[in-house]
């Protein structure tokens, strides 16, 4: 594809719902590199900044579109989960994406319930893991599986979902996985508002007080320099002014352990929130500098490394 080609003029990807599909569209798949952007569909500016830098850094790119029952709880959105396979497509062709994986539960999960899942571990447990029981060992099942399956490279996952990307980092690393990690920043509506296939949900007067969500991490990266208190007052301050939005959590943690900073912290933190706004739970973050020249930061400088792994054959 030459650069003045326009987007209207790209091939819409091959579309694979099969592992059979799948194998085969991947064959063709000559380069060395093979990006992979993982998603459950709804598409929106975030993941269409993913699938972006993706086709930037590698030869091919491979969009998967699958709603992971796995990681849903029962009392959960999966079955008013927004579904809009058409605009993802339109989203996937515009973006250049080659191949789209899209199967449905039994596909992947072949013989039912899989007796055997990644365990997030103690990192599973906290902030997210917390409320949503489960779900990061449902989440690293199902990443584990498709990067098998897809035979990907580079994967890229947005910062939006901190917890997760910290995750998936350290299941490569403890499990010595052959896939190389980048992190995407978050995109955000002009507002401020983090882009979410959940947002669907909100009315406008939700919209209106889901703002106080990035208001607050954007007063917290404003204390940076004053130290970890200083950001957690400045955060929570905005979040009480607004009293329809249901915190779940606030905290200012350690990048990697995610425990909480102590006073004296410099470096890299991240403040983290969960709230409720109206019936849909909502999560935004920001990593920040804490200390002298400290503020927001767009993603972590300093993310372990993946292990410099074979890549798979393709
Ligand atoms: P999802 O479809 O919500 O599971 O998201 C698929 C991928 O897109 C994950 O890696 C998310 O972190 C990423 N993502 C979702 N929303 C955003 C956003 N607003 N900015 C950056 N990445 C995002």
Redo the contacts with the bound molecule.
């Keep these: 594809m030459t650069a003045t080609e326009s987007s209207a003029e790209r091939a819409a990807p091959v579309v694979a719902r099969t592992r059979p599909e799948l194998r085969a569209a991947r064959a063709e798949l000559k380069g060395e590199s093979v990006a992979v952007?993982?998603?459950?569909?709804?598409?929106?500016?975030?993941?269409a900044?993913?699938i972006r830098m993706a086709r930037e850094q590698a030869d091919h790119v491979i969009l998967t579109i699958f709603l992971n029952p796995l990681q849903f709880g029962p009392k959960e959105d999966l079955s008013r989960y927004p579904r809009t396979f058409d605009s993802d497509m339109a989203i996937a062709t515009a973006e250049g994406v080659d191949l789209v994986f899209a199967p449905t539960p039994d596909v992947i999960y072949q013989d039912g319930d899989p007796g055997v899942r990644i365990s997030a571990g103690p990192l599973g447990d906290v902030l997210e893991g917390q409320s949503r029981p489960g779900h990061f060992d449902g989440m690293l099942t199902v990443v584990a599986k498709l990067m098998h399956l897809t035979a990907g490279t580079l994967f890229?996952?947005?910062?939006?979902?901190a917890q997760?990307?910290l995750l998936i980092r350290r299941m490569v690393r403890d499990l010595d996985l052959p896939a190389r990690i980048v992190s995407?920043?978050?995109?955000?509506e002009p507002d401020g508002l983090?882009?979410?296939?959940?947002n669907t949900y909100l009315s406008p007067s939700d919209r209106e007080v889901a703002l106080c969500l990035s208001r607050s991490l954007r007063a917290g990266a404003a204390a940076a320099e004053e130290g970890p208190s200083a950001i957690r007052r400045a955060a929570r301050k905005v979040l009480v002014e607004e009293p329809l939005a249901l915190v779940d959590y606030l905290v200012l943690v350690h990048p990697t352990t995610l425990q909480d900073v102590p006073e004296w912290y410099k470096g890299e933190a991240l403040l983290a929130l969960a709230a409720r706004v109206g019936t849909t739970r909502l999560i935004d973050n920001t990593p920040i500098l804490v200390g002298p020249g400290g503020g927001a930061r767009d993603v972590f400088s300093d993310v372990p490394e993946a292990p410099a792994a074979p890549i798979l054959p393709a």
């Design positions: 952007v993982m998603t459950m569909g709804a598409l929106h500016e975030g993941h900044t993913l890229y996952y947005g910062q939006k979902d997760q990307l995407v920043p978050t995109v955000r983090a882009m979410s296939s959940r």
